[in-house]
């Protein structure tokens, strides 16, 4: 029998008279890199404008058809990445709400953080950072290309405090306590993002600047740990009762509801969010369960490691020789550069006159799986490496 915990009669009192947080991030403090542009106006506060800009970015439609956990299904019912910024979205502006914070300023974070992901999920990111490495002794991180996809690929004159939050987001990372920094300026928080590219440990040590950001931080972890698992039941790969029981329950809603609830019960009015040590561990524990059950399982990546990365050498390779011989026609032209530069926006540099490698990178990873293995088929049509997708029927 599902276990829905509720808040104490005390917390829920106080949620219903309360307000605004001192703690939450103010509308007035926002920073931008052209501070002249997107002022704010009586309809268009600076995290509306945040929103608004992230969800016409060119690349937040391709949310729609990447790799969430499953690929290789032909199965509306599995969730895509578009889905899940959504619900990430819902769960940290309910917590968000409750304790008085900037609601615009997460949606803004949530809607943003995943929109530099590769196709294929976390293997399609594991195989282009270690390709780019291999070439340039720089490494990829989805999220600190999500930090480039709307500050230089597409430069939106973003404000620091949503960069800094889909910077910090890293889902892998889960704590019990979640203390914002502050950061005062885009020159240290570019030299981060820097560090970053040199040294992926340093990501570990990106810390949200709002109180804002790390609600997103953690709801990122419970957006997917519960629905990863109705996932994998939708792909007959599991049941609910392959799961062990415990403090926040087994199946999604449970999970949702009892970590929303013991957040809220334990970060009401204070500087920090926090859960408490039983819930933790059972989240740690979950997740780990997780690990073993469902992002381990041959099932999910057999064909990722046999096909996809091979796939992806043959495809960077292609692309990288066709654009350091400005091969006008090519598709990294005619797909990639073109289409960017339709945008309109003003930079410093060409986007066509950057390193070659970046734009790869850039491309690849703004590719839906589908455009991926369409791609690669137009550009080796005889090759061996066929992806064989299981449908409805199957």
Same mark, same amino acid.
Do not use: W
């Given at each position: 029998?599902?276990?829905?915990?509720?808040?104490?009669?005390?917390?829920?009192?106080?949620?219903?008279?309360?307000?605004?947080?001192?703690?939450?991030?103010?509308?007035?403090?926002?920073?931008?890199?052209?501070?002249?542009?997107?002022? #704010?106006?009586?309809?268009?506060? #600076?995290?509306?404008?945040?929103?608004?800009?992230?969800?016409?970015? #060119?690349?937040?439609?391709?949310?729609?058809?990447?790799?969430?956990?499953?690929?290789?299904?032909?199965?509306?019912? $599995?969730?895509?990445?578009?889905?899940?910024?959504?619900?990430?979205?819902?769960?940290?502006?309910?917590?968000?709400?409750?304790?008085?914070?900037?609601?615009?300023?997460?949606?803004?974070?949530?809607?943003?953080?995943?929109?530099?992901?590769?196709?294929?999920?976390?293997?399609?990111?594991?195989?282009?950072?270690? $390709?780019?490495?291999?070439?340039?002794?720089?490494?990829?991180?989805?999220?600190?290309?999500?930090?480039?996809?709307?500050?230089?690929?597409?430069?939106?004159?973003?404000?620091?405090?949503?960069?800094?939050?889909?910077?910090?987001?890293?889902?892998?990372?889960?704590?019990?306590?979640?203390?914002?920094?502050?950061?005062?300026?885009?020159?240290?928080?570019?030299?981060?993002?820097?560090?970053?590219?040199? +040294?992926?440990?340093?990501?570990?040590?990106?810390?949200?600047?709002?109180?804002?950001?790390?609600?997103?931080?953690?709801?990122?972890?419970?957006?997917?740990?519960?629905? +990863?698992?109705?996932?994998?039941?939708?792909?007959?790969?599991?049941?609910?009762?392959?799961?062990?029981?415990?403090?926040?329950?087994?199946?999604?809603?449970?999970?949702?509801?009892?970590?929303?609830?013991?957040?809220?019960?334990?970060?009401?009015?204070?500087?920090?969010?926090?859960?408490?040590?039983?819930?933790?561990?059972?989240?740690?524990?979950?997740?780990?369960?997780?690990?073993?059950?469902?992002?381990?399982?041959?099932?999910?990546?057999?064909?990722?490691?046999?096909?996809?990365?091979?796939?992806?050498?043959?495809?960077?390779?292609?692309?990288?020789?066709?654009?350091?011989?400005?091969?006008?026609?090519?598709?990294?032209?005619?797909?990639?550069?073109?289409?960017?530069?339709?945008?309109?926006?003003?930079?410093?540099?060409?986007?066509?006159?950057?390193?070659?490698?970046?734009?790869?990178?850039?491309?690849?990873?703004?590719?839906?799986?589908?455009?991926?293995?369409?791609?690669?088929?137009?550009?080796?049509?005889?090759?061996?490496?066929?992806?064989?997708?299981?449908?409805?029927?199957?």
């Amino acid at each position: 029998m599902p276990n829905y915990e509720n808040l104490s009669k005390t917390t829920a009192e106080k949620v219903v008279l309360f307000k605004n947080s001192e703690y939450a991030f103010q509308d007035t403090n926002a920073i931008r890199r052209d501070n002249t542009h997107d002022k #704010p106006t009586v309809i268009r506060s #600076p995290f509306i404008r945040d929103c608004d800009k992230i969800l016409n970015c #060119p690349f937040y439609n391709r949310y729609a058809d990447k790799t969430q956990v499953f690929s290789f299904y032909k199965n509306d019912d $599995i969730s895509r990445r578009g889905l899940h910024v959504q619900l990430v979205s819902r769960i940290a502006r309910t917590i968000g709400k409750a304790l008085g914070l900037n609601l615009e300023l997460i949606e803004a974070i949530a809607l943003g953080h995943d929109i530099g992901h590769t196709p294929f999920g976390h293997a399609g990111e594991s195989f282009l950072d270690e $390709i780019f490495f291999e070439h340039t002794d720089r490494h990829f991180a989805h999220n600190i290309h999500s930090v480039r996809v709307l500050d230089k690929i597409f430069p939106y004159n973003i404000s620091l405090q949503t960069l800094n939050g889909i910077a910090a987001h890293d889902g892998e990372l889960e704590l019990s306590e979640y203390r914002p920094e502050p950061l005062e300026c885009f020159s240290k928080f570019d030299a981060q993002i820097k560090g970053c590219y040199i +040294d992926k440990s340093n990501i570990k040590n990106l810390v949200p600047c709002t109180l804002e950001g790390c609600v997103v931080r953690i709801s990122d972890i419970i957006a997917y740990l519960g629905k +990863d698992r109705q996932d994998a039941e939708r792909a007959n790969l599991l049941s609910d009762t392959d799961y062990k029981d415990g403090p926040i329950g087994v199946i999604n809603a449970e999970i949702i509801n009892n970590l929303v609830v013991n957040i809220i019960e334990n970060s009401f009015g204070k500087p920090y969010i926090q859960m408490d040590a039983e819930h933790f561990a059972a989240l740690q524990k979950a997740k780990a369960d997780n690990y073993e059950l469902i992002y381990k399982n041959k099932t999910v990546a057999g064909t990722l490691n046999t096909i996809v990365k091979p796939m992806m050498r043959e495809m960077y390779e292609k692309l990288l020789s066709d654009l350091k011989c400005k091969n006008l026609d090519s598709v990294i032209y005619r797909h990639h550069i073109n289409y960017v530069n339709k945008a309109h926006y003003r930079r410093k540099t060409p986007y066509e006159n950057e390193e070659p490698n970046q734009i790869v990178v850039d491309y690849i990873a703004s590719m839906t799986d589908d455009y991926f293995v369409d791609l690669h088929a137009h550009l080796f049509p005889d090759s061996g490496l066929k992806i064989a997708y299981k449908g409805y029927f199957d």
